[in-house]
């Protein structure tokens, strides 16, 4: 499996910006998938953003369009989530996570299982005045 590790959280006032980063250990990276799911406190880990290694598909959530943009460096084994517009709703715990054999719609859809595929340990984020 990859490791991956995020960064980039922050706490930032609404309508900042934040850049997260998600760093892949490991082989045969271009067979993944790769999303972002994002926890809030006394909330479900919901996808927000997705992205096939391979050919650059993406998914966003529908609170996220427009305004969130997810992208890949295969050269770094790295995935981006640039975040503009920030919103107090954008708030939580945000987790990549990396899958194979789903495209970047139903990755993003799929419920949250640490046993199927990898996961890293979160970057928190806070919007906030």
């Known amino acids: 499996q990859l490791q991956l590790v995020e960064s980039g959280g922050g706490l930032v006032q609404p309508g900042g910006s934040l850049r997260l980063s998600c760093v892949a250990s490991?082989?045969?990276?271009?067979?993944?998938?790769i999303g972002w799911f994002r926890q809030a406190p006394g909330k479900e880990r919901e996808g927000i953003s997705c992205?096939?290694?391979?050919?650059?598909?993406?998914y966003y959530r529908d609170s996220v369009k427009g305004r969130f943009t997810i992208s890949r460096d295969n050269a770094k084994n790295t995935v981006y989530l640039q975040m503009n517009s920030l919103k107090s709703e954008d708030t939580g715990d945000y987790v990549c996570a990396a899958v194979r054999l789903l495209d970047a719609q139903p990755m993003c859809h799929m419920v949250p299982n640490p046993n199927f595929g990898s996961w890293g340990q979160g970057t928190r984020v806070t919007v906030s005045s």
């Open positions: 992205i096939s290694v391979n050919d650059g598909s993406t």
């Open positions: 490991g082989r045969a990276w271009d067979y993944y998938t």
